[in-house]
């Protein structure tokens, strides 16, 4: 945009110039207006870390209803589902862990810092604009130093209402579908004065999860059975307030709040596929943003307070003579300056300083552990056309007290951070980048205090990324655009936090032995062309391929062998076709072959599996209303397959929704 209001400016300058050279006329001199276009370049296209979005158009096209339906379509994310509604969600990047990926809506943690998995199938996708995956977690814009903590980072970003000449704005509609999923959703926005606008979101969800599923008993037969105890009941409901707070400022208040009920759907063994748990969370959070942007500052304040509360029960668990009943209460108050401040025209620092206090209780302790952190962040940019390059650096001191004060324990740790990127070609536009990064996790509370497995002595994992890729992306033709990324990765995990059996396979033991070595190749290809005036497609394809090796002991017969659960190449295919207010969607996911343990022999083998979703959408406009109507196919081929040992996952499911905007 700068540039194509430079150009003009000259233009006019020119023939002011040519027009005052001539002799004076009476007449007026009237100039036709020109118009100067250009394909605008994409923000993953600039970045020298890597980069993956999803936008507001291609969200509505994912197949499911959550930030996990998403995100499995990004290159290098390996889903942990456990199947239906209920089931939970986690992923893992590039073979790290779940706990080395932090995720934030609009710049506010989520955190879950008993578990450090938050559940991804709790966030729905209806009122967001844009999904990120960010991995290295680079950039010179203000953000909390804790979202530089992770290996990663996902970023929710939520939908900022076009008011116009109205005060109200909102939509509401229902999913139905198969499997008993009712899904109705409503969000009103008011506009309160100048600048700024009050909204509530509701978001309550049923679903019964009684899919059917295929149970193989070798020379005995098959059978087809259904899913139990794969129930879900939940409400989510969100309210913001956003007011403009002079020219350059912003203040922002949000509370959300969550309740789920859900059956957790056990593992298919020994031909029994009974199930009893249940699970319940009730979590609140409460938080204060301030933002402020100028010329050469740019400042970001965050306070949240969360509040999570976790019931687990199992009516059936072995060993006793009464339910197992186990509540949780976790608590988190966050403080976060962050600013970015440009010190000359290719030259910008960053810094944030993070303060953490969690509390973490649970009802078969006697004393409660607490958690305190002091993070620190700086980074030293320099952007020109064809160049770009960041360095900079975490500090981290974190104490940890235990049930009790013998067990205070104090952690420091710098974690450095750099990366380069290079233009080396403008038609086509080819660049290079290449990133390295140090980072690290505390054990979760889980993994140190949890009954029966926790060891408060455990050591943070230490991670080390090395990203080198190359980006590029052309225009063939007018309205015609493909965009490509490719990386190769490099990561080394010490201390990797296992879990050992010891008196029995109820009773284990959390210790650090473990060294993974990952090495892997992403690509991604975008595609699009436009179909006349109203008319589009889009083609978005990303390619994944890891080994990740375990190096933790030469002498044992696992060296070298892949981790589990983490397949050697995973592939997304996403199309889309548009045509005035009609279209049509067609998603391909598919998972490679992998191992359920170190110990990679043929009877801990899972098979590779294809699925493939469909829908298609009427999306008419009557003024300012808006209507879309979407009917989908979810496993359209009726696959039988899993991707956890034992958790069969649904078949083919149909969904229809409808939605008012107005």
């Known amino acids: 945009m700068k540039s194509n209001v430079t150009v003009t400016v000259l233009l006019l300058a020119f023939l002011i110039s040519r027009a005052t050279a001539q002799e004076p006329v009476t007449d007026t001199l009237m100039l036709k207006g020109v118009e100067i276009a250009s394909e605008k370049i994409s923000r993953k296209e600039l970045t020298s870390f890597p980069l993956q979005s999803l936008s507001a158009t291609q969200i509505a096209s994912v197949a499911g209803n959550s930030v996990a339906d998403a995100l499995k379509t990004f290159s290098g994310v390996t889903l942990r589902d ?4 209920g089931g939970l969600k986690t992923v893992m990047v590039r073979s790290l862990g779940a706990q080395h990926t932090g995720v934030f809506i609009d710049g506010a943690p989520v955190s879950d810092i008993a578990s450090g998995q938050p559940d991804l199938g709790k966030f729905p996708l209806g009122n967001l604009e844009e999904v990120s995956l960010n991995v290295g977690v680079g950039g010179s814009e203000p953000m909390p130093a804790r979202a530089r903590s992770g290996a990663s980072v996902i970023n929710l970003r939520s939908i900022k209402p076009d008011f116009g000449k109205f005060k109200t704005r909102g939509n509401a509609g229902i999913r139905g579908g198969s499997f008993g999923l009712i899904n109705p959703f409503l969000r009103l926005d008011h506009k309160t004065g100048t600048g700024s ?3 509530i979101e509701i978001n309550p969800l049923f679903s019964k999860g009684d899919y059917p599923y295929l149970v193989d008993n070798g020379p005995a037969g098959s059978a087809r059975l259904k899913r139990g105890n794969g129930d879900l009941t939940s409400l989510a409901a969100n309210l913001s307030f956003s007011a403009k707070a002079g020219d350059s400022s912003e203040v922002r208040v949000f509370a959300r709040f969550s309740n789920a009920e859900r059956g957790l759907p056990g593992a298919v063994v020994f031909y029994n596929p009974h199930s009893s748990q249940r699970l319940t969370n009730k979590d609140l959070s409460l938080g204060f943003q301030l933002m402020s942007d100028s010329k050469r500052t740019s400042l970001l304040t965050n306070a949240c307070w969360s509040y999570a509360w976790l019931r687990y029960l199992d009516p059936d668990y072995l060993g006793y003579d009464h339910s197992l009943d186990n509540r949780y209460l976790q608590q ?14 290719h030259f910008s620092a960053s810094l944030a300083s993070d303060f953490i206090l969690n509390t973490f209780s649970g009802s078969q302790y006697n004393t409660d552990p607490w958690r305190g952190s002091f993070l620190l962040s700086a ?12 360095a900079g650096f975490l500090a981290s001191v974190i104490k940890d007290s235990g049930k009790d004060p013998s067990e205070e324990a104090l952690t420091h740790k710098v974690s450095p951070y750099f990366s380069l990127s290079v233009r080396i070609a403008d038609v086509p536009s080819l660049r290079l980048r290449m990133m390295y990064k140090h980072s690290f996790r505390m054990p979760a509370f889980n993994e140190m205090y949890y009954a029966l497995v926790g060891n408060p002595g455990l050591l943070p994992e230490a991670a080390q990324q090395l990203n080198t890729g190359l980006l590029g992306s052309y225009a063939p033709f007018k309205g015609v655009l493909f965009r490509l990324s490719a990386d190769a990765f490099f990561n080394r995990v010490h201390e990797k936090i296992v879990a050992i059996p010891t008196q029995n396979l109820f009773v284990w033991s959390m210790q650090n032995i473990g060294e993974v070595r990952t090495r892997g190749l992403d690509i991604q290809l975008d595609a699009s062309a436009a179909l006349g005036r109203r008319g589009k497609a889009s083609v978005n394809l990303a390619y ?14 696992d060296y070298g062998n892949q981790i589990p659960y983490i397949p050697w190449e995973t592939f997304s295919a996403m199309f889309q076709l ?15 072959y992998r191992y359920v343990s170190s110990e990679n022999i043929p009877q801990n083998l899972l098979p590779s599996w294809w699925i493939s979703d469909a829908g298609l959408a009427w999306s008419p406009e009557a003024g300012r209303y808006k209507y879309r109507i979407k009917a989908g196919v979810t496993n359209l081929f009726d696959k039988d397959y899993v991707v956890i040992r034992s958790f069969p996952m649904p078949g083919r499911g149909f969904v229809i929704s409808g939605a008012f905007n107005f």
Do not use: C, P
């Open 197 to 199: 606008w009050f909204g």
């Open 82 to 85: 456990y199947g239906g509604a």
């Open 578 to 592: 548009v045509h005035r207010s009609f279209s049509i969607d067609y998603n391909l996911l598919f998972n490679g």
């Open 379 to 390: 980074i030293l940019a320099h952007q020109t056309r064809n160049t770009g390059a960041e």
């Open 544 to 557: 994944t391929y890891q080994e990740a090796s375990d190096i933790s002991d030469k002498n044992s017969s």
């Open 332 to 345: 988190e108050f966050h403080l976060s300056q962050a600013g970015t401040f440009n010190i000359s025209r």
